[in-house]
């Protein structure tokens, strides 16, 4: 956190916790959805279990966002990249709360009771309606793909300034508590 | 892109490469995670699709048990179901119930009194977001003992190859129990006179933490009047949902729920397996059925109906079917809210 270049400590134990939930959200969702097995009912209460954790994550990793900020990227980065990595962030904000919202939100315009943590029940945050289910069904679909897709390219960024640019942007968020990083260029 | 340091270069091509198989192995997992490349896969969807009658199935409606009504009531319990588990709905006192009688067919043009095997949807509320729902059929067992040996049911029925079902039948010895029993148990002329059986086994937790494995069934306090099926068959296609509606409207009807316990041993996974005689019960109260309502803007329209729906004190056993079901009800629920439109809250005319 003393260090300017890197991020604070909580935001960076926040990034790879709510990584590995995410990935984990992307694979058990596509996978009990194609699944009559036993496995299905573990895994959809998985999902959901892990999918309103990460809301409260998110919130929380937006209040250190905006209380701690982020490390400036390297000024030779150019503009384009840079608008680039600032707009796909807002869209990975964005998805990380809507995301959960969007299933939690489902099930209640299903009528469904929505379990999760084994056994605490959430009450409902949307009406019931065949209508709304579906608008709801389809936005928690289709954005679960564009959320895998931009997590994608987020991956390829990061590994371009790790492995190839070795810039510190990826130093900025590394896992490792670690020295500081290394100076770019030097 | 340029490299922004001398000396990269030589290892930048390297570099790419890796980036461009992590993505790829990522994307990879993903997609065969998600079954597009094991198209032998039994899915949700492949098994729901399974269902459809020849003519394709009925937009907008639930993809089996197509034709019924809803019904509101409430379940009086005894109180003795707290012995077994601790779901509220078992202390003494009411609950109020949203239900459907329906017949047990995927095609909205059979009448009802071609349908061997008739339905009950069931929800019993409990405050705290405590609901139970359950959908339970007439027959003492089912057809099948697996949900796969079902999908290959539904696929050989619908065959056009001669032996298809001569081969089911070879490949499923307990077919041939259904098929005894629909030939020779007596028909009714009511959802009122008939049991409604859970059929699939399901865990009991007490209080204490102790746990049973139970089955359970409504039965009728209606006394069965046995009608021959060439009798039933000429009556209204509608004639069950008129009968009841009928019915309901001369006093509340009652059904007695009754929860058996299994004994060790006792085939708890297959539900085409009646456990023996001679079982623990326990009397936890009654259905009372107060009024009829219309599928199509009835209040148990929006219900899925979907088994491992469950308050506290009840949860699945190692009965594979309520994963199965509730995987293909809920692919239900999610194409007929989609096509609500084919399926309007009021009736373009009279049907
Ligand atoms: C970051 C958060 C989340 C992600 C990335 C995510 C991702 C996914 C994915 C990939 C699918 C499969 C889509 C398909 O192939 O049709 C899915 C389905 C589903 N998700 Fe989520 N999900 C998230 C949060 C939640 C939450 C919080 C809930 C509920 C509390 C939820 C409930 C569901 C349900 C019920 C389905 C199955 C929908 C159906 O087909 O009927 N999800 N999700
Ligand atoms: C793997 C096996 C099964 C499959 C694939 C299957 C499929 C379905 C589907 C797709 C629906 C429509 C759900 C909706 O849209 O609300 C349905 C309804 C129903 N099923 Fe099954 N089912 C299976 C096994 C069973 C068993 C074992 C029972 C009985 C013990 C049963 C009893 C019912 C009843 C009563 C309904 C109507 C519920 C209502 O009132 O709406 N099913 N089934």
Same mark, same amino acid.
């Given at each position: 956190m003393a260090d300017p270049k890197k991020f604070s400590p909580l935001q960076r134990v926040l990034h790879w916790l709510m990584a590995i939930c995410i990935l984990t959200m992307f694979f058990v969702g596509v996978g009990m959805v194609s699944t009559v097995t036993p496995k299905y009912l573990r895994l959809i209460e998985l999902h959901k279990t892990v999918g309103i954790l990460l809301l409260i994550l998110v919130v929380i990793r937006i209040a250190a966002r905006w209380r701690y900020g982020a490390p400036a990227l390297? %000024?030779? !980065?150019p503009v384009p990249i840079k608008l680039a990595a600032g707009l796909s962030h807002y869209v990975l904000y964005g998805l990380m709360i809507v995301m959960p919202l969007l299933g939690w939100a489902m099930l209640s315009a299903a009528n469904y009771p929505v379990v999760v943590f084994g056994g605490l029940r959430l009450p409902p945050i949307a009406p019931q309606g065949e209508l709304l289910h579906t608008v709801l069904w389809d936005a928690h679909h289709y954005l679960a793909f564009v959320f895998f897709a931009v997590v994608l390219a987020h991956l390829s960024a990061a590994l371009m300034h790790a !492995?190839?640019?070795?810039?510190g942007v990826f130093e900025a968020m590394s896992p490792l508590p670690g020295p500081s990083m290394r100076q770019p260029g030097g | 892109m340029k490299p922004p340091r001398a000396g990269v270069g030589r290892s930048a091509l390297g570099s790419w490469a890796i980036i461009g198989i992590v993505v790829a192995i990522a994307a990879i997992a993903f997609v065969y995670t998600a079954g597009w490349l094991s198209p032998q896969r039994t899915t949700p969807a492949k098994l729901v699709s399974a269902l459809a009658p020849p003519g394709g199935p009925a937009l *907008?409606?639930?993809?089996?048990?197509v034709k019924g009504v809803c019904f509101t009531g409430t379940f009086e319990a005894t109180g003795a179901g707290t012995a077994i588990s601790?779901? /509220?709905?078992?202390?003494r006192g009411q609950y109020p119930v949203v239900g459907r009688f329906n017949v047990?067919? $995927?095609?909205?043009?059979?009448?009802?009194?071609?349908?061997r095997v008739r339905g009950m949807g069931l929800q019993i509320s409990a405050p705290g977001q405590q609901i139970w729902r359950s959908a339970m059929i007439?027959? /003492?067992?089912?057809?099948? %003992?697996t949900p796969s040996a079902f999908y290959a049911l539904l696929l050989a029925s619908s065959?056009?190859?001669?032996d298809a079902m001569k081969m089911f039948i070879a490949a499923h010895p307990e077919f041939a129990n259904f098929g005894a029993w629909a030939k020779t148990a007596p028909w009714t002329r009511?959802? $009122?006179?008939e049991p409604y059986n859970s059929l699939d086994s399901f865990v009991f937790t007490s209080g204490s933490g102790a746990t049973s494995i139970v089955r359970w069934s409504l039965l009728p306090t209606a006394p069965a009047v046995s009608v021959p099926p060439e009798v039933l068959a000429k009556q209204d296609p509608y004639f069950l949902d008129q009968e009841i509606a009928q019915r309901v409207k001369a006093g509340p009807l009652r059904w007695t729920m009754v929860v058996t316990v299994a004994a060790a041993? =006792?085939?708890?996974? =297959?539900?085409s397996k009646a456990w023996p005689q001679g079982r623990r019960t326990v009397d936890v109260g009654t259905l009372v059925v107060q009024d009829v309502q219309p =599928?199509?803007? *009835?209040?148990?329209?929006?219900?899925?109906? =979907? /088994?491992?729906?469950l308050p506290a004190g009840i949860s699945t056993s190692d009965d594979p079917f309520p994963a199965a079901r509730s995987s293909a009800y809920r692919v239900s629920y999610d194409r007929r809210t989609a096509e609500a439109k084919y399926y309007p809250r009021t009736a373009p005319e009279a049907r």
């Open positions: 390297p %000024a030779n !980065l !492995l190839i640019r070795r810039d | *907008g409606r639930r993809r089996n048990h601790r779901a /509220p709905m078992f202390v047990a067919t $995927a095609d909205p043009n059979a009448p009802d009194g071609t349908v007439s027959a /003492p067992f089912f057809p099948v %003992a065959s056009k190859a001669p009511s959802y $009122a006179e041993g =006792d085939p708890t996974a =297959d539900p =599928d199509r803007d *009835g209040p148990c329209r929006d219900i899925n109906y =979907d /088994p491992t729906v």
